[in-house]
């Protein structure tokens, strides 16, 4: 391929790794894309030039699935990573890739999905999950790098003795340098191991954590590196499993200064909800060591339940403070998205946060009320930006009435994918799964036997290939409707009162007011 080409590659299994031979230019890419919806499958791409796109394949390897060596300005967009020990590896310290929109799942216990070195990469809008884990996503290594937006889920540990973390960076060679990683807007839903674990080479600094939420993270962010700014992140149900969510460190204190300081560190307008060791108020929060304390700033935080250690060295802090979530059972509420409006810790309006944080910003992830939110990420299943099905229903319409009763009724719906295929669609009765349709082809229909009289409710939902989900219902009746009865009055006859129909009678209303000398009993 030459500059400005695009290689389409056509729907298929192709058990070979792609590697490009030259680059294109920032105004002609070099691209390689799934020719239509259905992502080809390949074992994985190597690629060395710049100005590369590889876009919409599902990439199944154990190893390593797509290595970037030196490449500048590469774009990894659309893809599904499945099975994957090692998603993208980055080497030769690349500048400026964006890895977007991609979906990493299966069952392979997953080394380190993500490396990162060189500067000025983004990676944004991917989907994490289901995984099974050994270490870390990220290892973020290198200078002004972004992760932000993305959804981690449904990640559960290998039980193989790896430190586990969602980013981990550790000093020693001079290409572990970190300056200005900024990580924000991301949802993490459920982690089993630590939020982050950061040791610094000594020209390392600038670790910004902010807008996040953190929701059953078994173990605290920790790190010792220098300027580590923790901004109106929520922490629910985290850090349980050493007591704290962040922990601001000092090698010092433990006798390995190699490992660096978290001095100049800012953590402000966080919520820290039940982060706290189980049924033990006394740290939660953060904490900080004896050797980053001197330059710690900590202002307009809440911590909830009361802990009588985890919100020390600040001001503005309001502890034992219920933040009032709407619903901190369900943090991505009833759509199953994170960073939408039906999600579970969002503060009501009027609720403590609002208002209370630095210059009367709101504290946490969120905004009150839920104003301003984050795009959103991608549904349970749905890879980085898939769009879910649609479906409607056909047949019957809503208010149909079938006279006869047992009566046979035949549903049908039409359902599309405007970015993949329909796995299967379901036909529900009155909320009751009656049967499914999983030859993936038009027409989607399933019929009902024996309807009894009354009124029921028809529901479909479609599932595509990423397990993306919508549903349309409708109602209808089965019998005879009898008319609603003409309004009548009760009519008194001989002291007893009688339901035939009587004329109502006409009530007027004086002006003048009734005066009376007798009491009212």
């Given at each position: 391929a030459q500059a400005g080409d695009t290689c389409l590659v056509s729907a298929g299994t192709y058990n070979e790794r792609v590697s490009t031979f030259r680059s294109g230019t920032a105004s002609s890419r070099i691209t390689i894309k799934a020719a239509s919806a259905t992502k080809p499958t390949v074992s994985g791409f190597s690629i060395n030039h710049a100005y590369i796109t590889v876009e919409g394949f599902l990439i199944s390897n154990t190893g390593a699935a797509v290595t970037v060596s030196g490449a500048n300005y590469c774009e990894i967009l659309n893809n599904e990573f499945l099975g994957a020990e090692e998603g993208i590896d980055?080497?030769?310290?690349?500048?400026?890739?964006?890895?977007?929109?991609?979906?990493?799942?299966?069952?392979?216990v997953v080394s380190v999905l993500i490396t990162l070195r060189g500067s000025g990469h983004i990676v944004e809008n991917n989907e994490f999950g289901p995984l099974v884990m050994h270490e870390d996503i990220f290892r973020p290594f290198g200078d002004n790098?972004?992760?932000?937006?993305?959804?981690?889920?449904?990640?559960?540990?290998?039980?193989?003795?790896?430190h586990m973390d969602i980013f981990q960076i550790y000093g020693g060679a001079s290409d572990r340098r970190v300056t200005n990683l900024l990580f924000e807007q991301n949802f993490v839903n459920g982690w089993p191991g630590q939020a982050w674990m950061v040791d610094c080479t000594s020209d390392s600094r600038l670790i910004t954590v902010r807008n996040n939420v953190f929701y059953n993270v078994n173990s605290a962010g920790q790190s010792y590196c220098p300027e580590n700014i923790i901004f109106n992140n929520t922490f629910a149900y985290s850090g349980q499993g050493n007591g704290r969510a962040v922990m601001i460190r000092n090698g010092g204190d433990e006798g390995a200064p190699s490992r660096g300081s978290g001095a100049n560190s800012d953590i402000r307008n966080n919520i820290f909800y039940y982060t706290s060791y189980p049924n033990d108020a006394y740290a939660g929060g953060y904490d900080v060591d004896n050797g980053a304390q001197a330059?710690?700033?900590?202002?307009?935080?809440?911590a909830y339940p009361t802990t009588s250690s985890g919100l020390l060295f600040g001001t503005g802090n309001l502890n034992g403070t219920n933040p009032q979530f709407g619903d901190a059972s369900n943090a991505v509420g009833p759509d199953g998205r994170p960073f939408t409006a039906d999600d579970g810790l969002i503060p009501p309006n009027g609720a403590p946060p609002c208002g209370a944080g630095e210059s009367g910003t709101d504290i946490g992830a969120y905004k009150c009320g839920g104003a301003g939110l984050p795009p959103a990420g991608p549904p349970a299943g749905g890879g980085g930006n898939n769009q879910p099905p649609t479906v409607s229903i056909t047949s019957p319409t809503s208010g149909q009435n079938f006279p006869t009763a047992p009566a046979t009724i035949t549903v049908t719906a039409s359902v599309s994918d405007a970015d993949g295929t329909i796995a299967k669609v379901e036909f529900y009765m009155d909320n009751t799964l009656r049967g499914t349709d999983g030859d993936n082809?038009?027409?989607?229909?399933?019929?009902?036997?024996?309807?009894p009289a009354g009124s029921h409710t028809y529901k479909v939902t479609a599932y595509d290939d990423k397990g993306a989900t919508v549903s349309a219902?409708?109602?209808?009746?089965?019998?005879?409707?009898?008319?609603?009865?003409?309004?009548?009055?009760?009519?008194?006859?001989?002291?007893?009162?009688?339901?035939?129909?009587?004329?109502?009678?006409?009530?007027?209303?004086?002006?003048?007011?009734?005066t009376s000398t007798e009491p009212i009993t």
């Amino acid at each position: 391929a030459q500059a400005g080409d695009t290689c389409l590659v056509s729907a298929g299994t192709y058990n070979e790794r792609v590697s490009t031979f030259r680059s294109g230019t920032a105004s002609s890419r070099i691209t390689i894309k799934a020719a239509s919806a259905t992502k080809p499958t390949v074992s994985g791409f190597s690629i060395n030039h710049a100005y590369i796109t590889v876009e919409g394949f599902l990439i199944s390897n154990t190893g390593a699935a797509v290595t970037v060596s030196g490449a500048n300005y590469c774009e990894i967009l659309n893809n599904e990573f499945l099975g994957a020990e090692e998603g993208i590896d980055m080497s030769g310290s690349p500048a400026s890739c964006r890895i977007r929109g991609n979906w990493f799942h299966g069952s392979t216990v997953v080394s380190v999905l993500i490396t990162l070195r060189g500067s000025g990469h983004i990676v944004e809008n991917n989907e994490f999950g289901p995984l099974v884990m050994h270490e870390d996503i990220f290892r973020p290594f290198g200078d002004n790098n972004t992760i932000r937006n993305n959804y981690f889920r449904n990640i559960t540990s290998g039980n193989t003795g790896g430190h586990m973390d969602i980013f981990q960076i550790y000093g020693g060679a001079s290409d572990r340098r970190v300056t200005n990683l900024l990580f924000e807007q991301n949802f993490v839903n459920g982690w089993p191991g630590q939020a982050w674990m950061v040791d610094c080479t000594s020209d390392s600094r600038l670790i910004t954590v902010r807008n996040n939420v953190f929701y059953n993270v078994n173990s605290a962010g920790q790190s010792y590196c220098p300027e580590n700014i923790i901004f109106n992140n929520t922490f629910a149900y985290s850090g349980q499993g050493n007591g704290r969510a962040v922990m601001i460190r000092n090698g010092g204190d433990e006798g390995a200064p190699s490992r660096g300081s978290g001095a100049n560190s800012d953590i402000r307008n966080n919520i820290f909800y039940y982060t706290s060791y189980p049924n033990d108020a006394y740290a939660g929060g953060y904490d900080v060591d004896n050797g980053a304390q001197a330059t710690f700033e900590s202002r307009n935080n809440i911590a909830y339940p009361t802990t009588s250690s985890g919100l020390l060295f600040g001001t503005g802090n309001l502890n034992g403070t219920n933040p009032q979530f709407g619903d901190a059972s369900n943090a991505v509420g009833p759509d199953g998205r994170p960073f939408t409006a039906d999600d579970g810790l969002i503060p009501p309006n009027g609720a403590p946060p609002c208002g209370a944080g630095e210059s009367g910003t709101d504290i946490g992830a969120y905004k009150c009320g839920g104003a301003g939110l984050p795009p959103a990420g991608p549904p349970a299943g749905g890879g980085g930006n898939n769009q879910p099905p649609t479906v409607s229903i056909t047949s019957p319409t809503s208010g149909q009435n079938f006279p006869t009763a047992p009566a046979t009724i035949t549903v049908t719906a039409s359902v599309s994918d405007a970015d993949g295929t329909i796995a299967k669609v379901e036909f529900y009765m009155d909320n009751t799964l009656r049967g499914t349709d999983g030859d993936n082809r038009a027409p989607w229909s399933y019929t009902f036997a024996s309807v009894p009289a009354g009124s029921h409710t028809y529901k479909v939902t479609a599932y595509d290939d990423k397990g993306a989900t919508v549903s349309a219902s409708v109602s209808v009746t089965v019998g005879t409707v009898s008319p609603p009865p003409s309004p009548s009055c009760p009519n008194p006859t001989g002291g007893t009162f009688s339901t035939a129909a009587a004329p109502c009678p006409t009530l007027s209303v004086s002006k003048t007011a009734i005066t009376s000398t007798e009491p009212i009993t």
